[in-house]
Structure formats: C-alpha cells, structure tokens
C-alpha cells in the first residue's frame, strides 16, 4: 500500500489515476480548491478500494496555504510516499499577450505556486529520507510558441527546476517524475477542437501510474509526443517562424 | 472530423452533427442553458441508430458522470452516476460476487443508456428487462426539477423514463440491484442445432434450468436447412478455486475503417457455413469466463468499422410467441433470398417477465437480431419488407437499433407512445423521436 497526496484531484487525468491506485489498495490524501467537487471523487474512490480517502480544500495560489495542507496531509496519512502534483490551468493565450496581469496570474498558478509546493514537499521527502515527486508539466514546455506561449514558459520553468531537483536529491533516495503529457481530452482543453492527436485522460492516467511505478525520471504521454517534440525543437528558427505553431 | 462526428452512432449511418457537446461533472448543474436546447443525453454511443442523434441541437456527453456513490457488499444495492459503464461495475461488483442483474451483448454501454433503451439479455426468460433490476433514479428536467422516480414514487415518471431514450430528463443518480453470484466463471453448454423446428425445441427445454440462452444462427441457409445454428445456454458457475480470476486481455482494434465492408456477399455464405461446422462435436461444455462468454464481440475494438465508411443497419425485431416459428422462418426466408445479411445473426425466445416502460420492446416472443452492410436502397427496401412481416405478426423493432423503421410502423409497434409523449421533456428531443413522431406528436 502507498500513501499519496495528490493536488488537483479533481483533474480528469489525475482522477484516472487515481482510480488505479484505489483499485490496488493505496491510501490517498485528495486536495482541491473545490471540496463539491473532491466529495463525490473521494468516496468514489473509497468503493473503488482506495484505504483511505480524505479530502482537504486548498487553493494552490494561495502559498500560505501550503504547509498546513502538508501537515495535515503527513498526519492523515501517516508519512507521505508519493507527492502527484496535478493541478494546472490553460489560460487563454490572447488574453495574456494582451494583459501583464493575466500572463502573471498564468505563471503563477503554473509555475511559483508549483516550485513553492514542490519546495517544501521535497524538503519534507529528504528529510524522510525516501518518497517520490511526481509533478504534471506540459509538452508545450519543450518550445515557445506564439499559440501557447505564457502556459509554455511556464511548464518549462517547471521542467528546469524539476531537473534540478532531481539532480540535487539524487542518492537521497527521493525521485522525481516529470510527466508531459501531449493533447488530452479533458475538461480543461473542452473548447479546444479534437483532432486525432487527442488522447484520452484515462489513458495518460495509465501511462503516469505505470512511470511512477518504474519511478522514471521524464515521461511523455502518449509516448509518441516525444518524437513530435524532437521534431518540433529540431526546426530552425527561419523556419519555425513561418508556422502557425 | 468524419463525417459520423465526435459523437456517432455505432452503425456509423446517420450523421452526427451536434451543434454543441456538453460535458457535466459531479456536483454542477447538469443540464445546458436554455439557449442550448434542445438537449439529449449521449452515454458511451453504442446505440446503433439515430436514438443518440441530436443534429442542430446540443448532446449532454455523460462520460463525466461516472462516480460510484455508494456500493452495499452485503445487499448488493449499488448507487452510481448515469455515466458509468457495466464494464467498471463487472470490475467493481465481480470479485465480491455480485454481477449485473441483465446484460447486453456489450459491457461499454452507461448505466443511463441501459435504463434509456431498457436493455435485456440472454436472461430476459427469467430476469426481464434490465429496468426491472433499477431501485430508483434521480431525473433532472428542464424546468429546473429533480424528481426521484422508483416503481412506488412519481411511478409513472419512472414507467416513462425506463426505455424513453433519454427524451424524459437527464437521470443524475441511480440505484440498482445487482445479483448474487459464486465468481467470474460460466458453465456453458452448446449444441448444434439443424433447423428452426429444433431451436425451438432447444430453447424450451432448456429456459427452465439455464438462466442464460441464446443461439446464433445462420442466415444464410436455405431450405431444409434455414434457422439451423448454435444454441447456447449457460449459468453462473458456483464458487470454486479462483472466482476472481482475471479476465482475458483486450483484443485486436479496428484502427482504421476498411475501404469497403468485410462482410459482404462474397463472404457471407462461407463465414457462416464455416462457423456453422466450427466443431465436429454437435455438442460440448465448457467453463468460460464472464467476459469472452457475454461479450465475444468486446474482444474486438471498434468492431464496427468492419462494414467499411458506408457503416451498417442493425434490425432487432420480437415475433408474438403464438406463431413465432412460421414469422421467423418468413424473415429469415427474405433474409436469405436478399443474400444480403452478416455473420453476426442471434435468435432468443423472451419471457413472459412485464417490461416496466411505457416504450420497452421486450415482449413475450421470439427475438431475432442480425446486422446488414449498409448497401443504400437494396438494405432499406429488404429492410422495409422484414417490417411488414412483424407489423403484420403483432411484433416489434428495437429503436435502440434502429436507423429507418416509419412512423407508421413505430406506432403500430408502441402503441403506448401518445401516452409516453407526454413526459417527454420541451427542452429534449432527438432526430429519432422526430423521426418517428412525423407531424403528429
């Protein structure tokens, strides 16, 4: 049995996630801004054989709020294994070109209040001396482009300080997971047009349950982004100013 | 996009063109803005026809309602979200020994779309229709009510919505129950059968002592040969070693559509003559588990794309029982001198067990399912000819399968359906029902 905290539990990929560690008996510690909508997922998850299901409210913005989610968490569960950090928005690229408060506000929730978690979760797992970070960043990270670009920066300020961290906890017996998923089809990307690059959320569920197992250091998700990311980082820059990216 | 859209139908003939998608989530509003209606349910499109078409309207994609509320290991009453599958209930229920009351010939169809087309099984001679097994449900209406409907209270919302193809309100939670079971396993029995005659035969010998029957047929003979094929009966297997053994791994997918379909008359007769002659043993038993033994079709994903882009008619129709023999042996006469028709060809005597809705189909008689390549004008009219056969029998067509039946000839087989018409929500409709409706509903 593991015990795992996971932020943004009210997420579609995170949910499908976490129906597999229900079914396998895993005790889980489920935080959202939303307790509404984290009540049905809990007990869903409790009939589905989760051994512990507890929810707890929390707005990642608010940094303050941090550490006592993480006491609470650590008590309820007894220690923490695994950290499933979920939580995300994709804000609407306009209105950040156009706006300095909403492309701060898109960083924000993506990336400070993510190294501000992150911070205080690895300090914690270090001191334990073992426990896994598992944290949902973005194929969009891997590349500025105009359509996506303030999401992008800030998935890959995550990624670099992902990498980081897992450099400096190497040997602590603490892992750290970089998942990047490509398109799936959630509720956040609802007025996005689905083509067939669209994934399903259950399945990228899959994928990061089976790299948290493997305790990987990067994963892409569905695997064939990462060919289409090399691609799309290999382009030079004449070039990749003519697309519509 | 295909031409069948995000959200199709699984015989892939109608278009789907929504102009809106709407995807609820647990503890939100469920139904659309008035703006947006009208409005039909959609739960995981295993429909055949145009019962989950709604063109010009908005679909209410139900997949996100797929929560478990509550799950009673001792009682077996479980309470859920609409948009949960029988396949997550059969993963659920299964290793506690609790299996759902009535099943389809699929698992990937949502608790909400069951109760919406009344589904049954090769149980129905003894279990019903599957509304029969529902305790109660939650029924959202435009108006902005909920009512809890169940035999007892707001009964005759309850009689309307069981098999009201998702017309009456959006149902937000039901409670049903599930049946007691010893593991995962079937005892199978199978026989050869060589003709209508001995179908019959079989299938009343065999109702009294096997909760499960069905037969597959062949429909391409002739004949002193026509109705022969295999009749299946089966029950639950005790508990005994491994009950909960694992079930199969998924099989191969269609991923793409073949350019053309795979069944077609070239390859008609001799799929089923060599189905028909599988074994030289006109008889065998074995032990199978639940997945393979109720869903053989599950093992392929995206089966329906083997009858090519032009898609595929299902035609689903129930006999009187008085005459079933002589009204079978018609249909499957101008089945086979069509030489249209598939593989897939399944007969089922139903019991005498009342369907609790308004517009069930389940009815006593004989129930005869088979697939047809959509092959334009020549379908419709054999299609159209198989219909004066059962409306001049006193039977009926299954709308969940249907993509062409006429007004005319839904009404004669629903005879309650002015009645139901008045439940029907304002802010609901589907290209079925207006089908179906004309200009006289």
């Known amino acids: ?245 | 996009m295909s031409r069948t859209g995000s959200h199709p139908s699984w015989g892939r003939i109608p278009v789907s063109s929504p102009a809106r998608v709407t995807r609820p989530v647990s503890g939100r509003t469920p139904l659309p803005s008035p703006d947006d209606r009208p409005v039909l349910p959609y739960g995981n499109g295993r429909s055949y026809g145009d019962v989950v078409i709604n063109n010009d309207g908005t679909l209410i994609d139900t997949r996100g309602l797929d929560h478990f509320l509550a799950f009673d290991l001792d009682t077996g009453v479980l309470e859920c979200e609409p948009g949960v599958l029988l396949a997550d209930i059969l993963r659920l229920a299964v290793p506690h020994g609790w299996f759902v009351p009535v099943t389809p010939g699929t698992q990937y169809v949502t608790v909400g779309g069951a109760i919406a087309n009344d589904v049954h099984g090769k149980n129905h001679h003894m279990a019903g229709t599957f509304g029969r097994h529902v305790l109660d449900f939650d029924l959202a209406t435009s108006d902005g009510s909920t009512r809890v409907c169940s035999p007892t209270t707001n009964h005759d919302w309850f009689a309307a919505t069981i098999g009201g193809l998702g017309l009456t309100g959006l149902i937000t939670r039901v409670r049903l129950q599930l049946k007691r079971v010893g593991g995962a396993f079937m005892d199978v029995d199978t026989h050869r059968f060589d003709n209508l005659r001995a179908f019959f035969e079989l299938s009343a010998a065999s109702e009294p002592d096997y909760e499960y029957t069905v037969a597959w047929v062949d429909c391409s003979a002739t004949g002193s040969k026509l109705g022969r094929g295999w009749f299946m009966r089966a029950n639950h297997r005790p508990a005994m070693g491994q009950p909960n053994a694992a079930g199969p791994r998924p099989g191969p997918n269609f991923a793409l559509t073949p350019p053309f379909s795979l069944m077609n008359p070239a390859t008609l007769t001799p799929l089923n003559t060599l189905y028909f002659h599988r074994k030289r043993r006109r008889r065998f038993r074995a032990a199978q588990h639940y997945q393979p033994y109720f869903y053989p079709l599950d093992g392929i994903r995206n089966w329906n794309r083997a009858y090519g882009p032009a898609g595929f008619y299902q035609y689903q129709c129930v006999v009187p029982p008085g005459d079933a023999e002589a009204s079978i042996t018609e249909l499957l006469e101008r089945i086979g001198a069509s030489g249209q028709g598939s593989f897939l060809s399944v007969l089922k005597v139903f019991g005498d067990v009342p369907s609790p809705g308004l517009l069930s189909f389940p009815r006593p008689g004989t129930t005869l399912a088979l697939d047809f390549p959509n092959r334009g004008d020549s379908t419709r009219r054999l299609l159209d000819s198989l219909d004066e056969v059962v409306m001049a029998a006193g039977g009926a067509v299954y709308p969940a399968k249907d993509a062409r039946m006429s007004a005319a000839a839904f009404q004669q087989y629903f005879p309650r359906w002015r009645e139901f018409a008045g439940y029907v929500d304002p802010g609901f409709s589907s290209d079925f029902w207006l089908r179906v409706t004309g200009d006289t509903a």
């Open chain 1, 1 to 245: 049995m593991n015990r795992i905290l996971i932020v943004g539990a009210t997420s579609a990929i995170a949910e499908a996630a976490a129906r597999r560690f229900a079914a396998r008996g895993d005790a889980l510690f489920l935080v959202a801004r939303n307790r509404d909508k984290l009540e049905p997922i809990a007990r869903d998850l409790s009939i589905r054989g989760a051994s512990r299901a507890t929810v707890h409210a929390m707005d990642a913005d608010d940094l303050g709020a941090h550490a006592a989610m993480l006491d609470a968490a650590e008590a309820d569960l007894g220690g923490i294994d695994t950290v499933f950090i979920a939580y995300g928005t994709l804000p609407d690229q306009a209105a950040c070109a156009a706006d300095p408060a909403a492309a701060v506000a898109a960083w924000h929730t993506n990336a400070v209040s993510v190294v501000a978690l992150v911070t205080d979760v690895a300090n914690r797992l270090e001191r334990q001396g073992a426990g896994q970070i598992a944290v949902i960043s973005s194929v969009a990270g891997d590349r500025g482009r105009a359509s996506n670009y303030v999401y992008g920066s800030a998935k890959a300020g995550v990624n670099a300080f992902l990498d980081g961290l897992r450099h400096r906890l190497h040997g602590s017996g603490v892992s750290v997971l970089t998942i990047r998923p490509g398109l799936v089809d959630t509720p956040m990307t609802a007025d996005l047009d689905k083509g067939p690059l669209f994934a399903s959320a259950d399945k990228v569920g899959g994928d990061i349950v089976k790299a948290i197992d493997g305790r990987r250091a990067v994963v892409y998700t569905p695997g064939f982004w990462r060919v289409i990311m090399t691609i799309i980082k290999a382009v030079p820059r004449t070039i990749f100013h003519r697309t519509q990216l």
